[in-house]
């Protein structure tokens, strides 16, 4: 008999070293003039902090009847916990562990019609249903990569996501992606100190280098296409998150006016149907679906097969970094490849660089296998989750 849901529980992590994480996740290129809501006013430059939600990452439990649970994680603890604990917990507890399609749609369509399913039930969305998906794996004993199809290929190529390349190159990767270090409210002189940080990675890497280039989801549509055209000769493997994530006008003018240039969106788009939207006008080259954000494993199931439909690759945001990115970056063949953002300091373990969970692989010359255990691979016991959360 298949078993039942018997508990969902979702709490703020407390304490990240119990996850294997030996010291906060830091940067060791500067923060402090990235771009962010506000950068186009330069009464704000600098002041990236300022408009970050102080709210901590979550840790979801579901438990079942046969006494196995799984884990799922997403951030913005404050908002979220209480959705998961008071709304749809309560919906899905007594329901089949197996029925991970039913139960995202029974939590999706509840919270749409409640107070919107994008933002912050988005969130709870994604640990519940990586919860499930955990525990649907250590029911069927087999990997979450296997149980969506996979492996896709043996393994999977990674990118470092960082201005520090001479560390990422020491850790093996040999594909990049700059984080852009000023908006548009620095007008002419900030395309100017782009085009002078993508001319000298372009220097330093040489001319076949895959490199990328981050705007943080902080420009307009006419500045992008200002930078676009002064990038064009650096050969960008792509321009990612230039426009708000729900400026649609501007992600369509931008795609006429930089015909040739490859871009990228997704990590800050909440619902499949973004993705579904942007697919069918042609907006982007590459579709980009946060699972811990977008609604988990389910959510980036269905966008993957968006992709494959279109005609549009796909690069999972933050693909890497952690058991829930690595599983179906491995599992899916529309994934181009896995983003490690490293956000530690050089020669720092990458179990430090952002949302990592314990029992998950690390890129090996910047290629990655994901755990072959069951589930995502979570190496979590009930008592460890507690002791992290308390």
Avoid at 165 to 181: V, Y
Wanted: charged content about 20%.
């Amino acid at each position: 008999m298949t078993p039942t849901i018997t508990e969902v529980t979702a709490a703020r992590l407390r304490r990240p070293e119990v996850l294997g994480r030996t010291a906060p996740a830091t940067v060791s290129w500067d923060l402090t003039g990235m771009m962010h809501p506000l950068s186009s006013d330069s009464a704000f430059a600098g002041q990236a902090s300022r408009f970050e939600p102080s709210w901590d990452e979550v840790l979801c439990v579901v438990a079942a009847s046969d006494g196995s649970f799984g884990v799922g994680m997403t951030c913005h603890a404050g908002p979220v916990v209480p959705i998961v604990n008071d709304f749809f917990g309560p919906m899905i507890v007594g329901e089949s562990t197996l029925a991970t399609e039913r139960l995202w749609n029974m939590m999706s369509r509840s919270a749409n019609s409640a107070f919107g399913a994008a933002g912050l039930a988005a969130y709870a969305l994604s640990a519940v249903d990586l919860a499930l998906w955990d525990l649907k794996g250590k029911i069927l004993d087999r990997p979450v990569y296997e149980l969506v199809g996979g492996p896709a290929r043996e393994r999977t190529r990674c990118y470092a996501t960082g201005n520090d390349l001479d560390d990422a190159r020491r850790r093996g990767f040999d594909a990049f992606k700059l984080a852009g270090s000023v908006g548009p409210g620095s007008t002419t002189a900030g395309i100017t100190e782009t085009e002078r940080l993508v001319a000298n990675a372009r220097a330093e890497l040489g001319a076949d280098a895959d490199l990328m280039l981050d705007c943080w989801s902080t420009l307009d549509a006419s500045y992008t296409v200002r930078l676009g055209e002064a990038l064009a000769s650096y050969r960008l493997t792509w321009i990612e998150d230039y426009a708000p994530p729900d400026d649609w006008p501007g992600f369509a003018d931008v795609r006429r006016r930089l015909p040739t240039q490859m871009l990228a969106a997704g990590e800050r788009w909440l619902s499949d149907r973004a993705f579904a939207y942007a697919a069918q006008h042609r907006l982007v080259d590459v579709l980009q679906p946060d699972i811990q954000w977008v609604g988990g494993a389910t959510a980036a199931l269905r966008i993957a097969a968006i992709a494959a439909a279109s005609g549009i690759e796909l690069a999972l945001h933050a693909g890497c970094n952690d058991s829930y990115g690595q599983h179906l970056s491995h599992a899916l063949p529309q994934n181009r490849w896995a983003e490690m953002y490293v956000g530690c300091p050089p020669g720092e373990s990458l179990m430090n660089a952002w949302r990592s969970t314990p029992g998950m692989s690390l890129p090996d010359d910047g290629w990655l296998v994901p755990s072959g255990a069951p589930g995502f691979g979570i190496e979590l016991t009930r008592d460890q989750i507690g002791e992290a959360t308390s």
